[in-house]
């Protein structure tokens, strides 16, 4: 019966997002207190963790709002910050773009790190899985995230008063990501395209309005790419 | 607190709230939505296939190696927790194991250093 295997689908992807309740927990608690702290009101702390839906962006758009940026730059930073969303829109197109397109529109909604990291292991592990099991798990990866993102920016909002800095929450986002790219290192081109974007990265970190972080991206992605035609050409890599 | 209760212009704000939603699901639905089941090129697929693995560590860098929370002074509680969370999930490729040592060696040397 394939829709009860979608559904068994669903709840697998939602089993294994519990470990990105410690990311997105955290950090919409975090969005609505410095939200909050920085003069927005609940209905416009709300309405941008709802609409945007997308943590980084958020804490660059409102960083920039306090340093009295120019509109422009705030929107071109923070969604260049975003532009890897649209990169994982495209690796989850041969997937997902099958699908009718009220459900491409959900899943463009909902394509953030944590459904994407989960969903294209998944994808790529089995790759028998039906377009609805697929559609299946990637909405299942936020089953569970998403409400508690909105939740946790409310409690932020709502609690306003500062969390104690000796909790260092500041620190939960880079935990986070770094913990997710150990079990991303599979070959040896996954390495290469890690290292060429930290070295990238740190080299680029002058370059204004965030687009050092689109350059490193690059610089990686590239790298990799050529590591793994090299690596196939000797018979390294299949 | 010097920035407590300074309202930002309601117009200014609500632009870029606008300008972010619209802007962040255009981003997002560019190729799911636009591209849909047309084939894409090999060479697209081959460079996708590194997103994560580099757009992600070229977040994180900056934010491990000049924090916000110290004024962008390098931080050895912080480098040490980033190092010990990427060689445990290395490791052990278990990502709630990292985040545990990384918390963990995080709030020990924050203690220690006080």
Redesign the interface.
């Known amino acids: 019966m394939p829709s009860a295997t979608s559904k068994s689908y669903f709840w697998k992807a939602v089993r294994e997002s ?2 990105f309740i ?1 990311v997105a927990g955290p950090f919409g608690l975090l969005f609505g207190v410095l939200g909050a ?5 609940l209905v ?1 702390v709300m ?2 963790s709802v ?4 943590g ?3 804490f660059t ?1 409102l960083q920039l ?2 340093e ?1 940026a120019p ?1 422009l730059i ?2 071109a930073s ?2 260049a ?14 997937y ?3 699908a009718p ?1 009220w459900q ?2 959900f ?3 909902f ?1 953030v ?1 944590q459904s ?2 989960l969903s ?1 292991v998944q994808f790529e592990k089995e790759p028998e899985m039906t377009l609805p099991q697929r559609m299946a798990y990637f909405f299942g990866s936020n089953g569970l995230i998403a409400p508690l993102w909105y939740v946790a920016t409310l409690v932020g909002a709502l609690v306003g008063a ?1 969390i104690p ?2 909790w ?1 929450l ?2 939960a ?13 599979r070959t040896p ?2 390495v290469v ?2 290292l ?3 070295v ?3 080299l680029a ?1 002058g370059v204004p309005y965030n687009l ?2 689109l350059v ?10 050529q590591a ?2 090299w690596l196939t050409r000797r018979g390294l890599m299949t | 607190m010097t920035v407590h209760g300074t309202p930002f212009d309601p117009v200014t704000l609500w632009i870029v709230i606008i300008g972010m939603a619209v802007g962040s699901f255009a981003l997002r639905f560019v190729f799911i939505g636009l591209v849909g089941s047309r084939a894409m090129p090999q060479w697209v697929l081959l460079h996708l296939r590194y997103t994560a693995v580099a757009m992600i560590p070229a977040l994180v860098t900056p934010l491990v190696i000049w924090p916000s929370a110290t004024g962008g002074e390098p931080d050895l509680p912080r480098m040490s927790a980033a190092a010990v969370t990427l060689v445990v999930g290395l490791w052990t490729k278990n990502v709630l194991a990292g985040i545990a040592a990384g918390a963990a060696t995080l709030y020990l040397l924050l203690w220690l250093l006080v």
Do not use: C, K, W
């Open positions: 519990f470990p410690f702290e920085a003069g927005l009101n416009e309405t941008f609409t945007v839906f997308a980084a962006a958020q758009a709002l306090r009295e509109t705030i929107l923070a969604l910050v975003n532009l890897r969303v649209a990169m994982y829109s495209a690796s989850l197109t041969p997902l773009g099958g397109l491409r529109a899943a463009a909604y394509t790190d994407y990291s294209i500062r800095e000796a260092a500041d620190f986002l880079p935990i986070a990501f770094l913990a997710m790219i150990g079990p991303m290192l081109a996954h395209a890690m060429v974007a930290i990238t990265a740190i970190v050092g972080l490193a991206g690059i610089a990686g992605m590239m790298a990799g790419a793994e035609l």
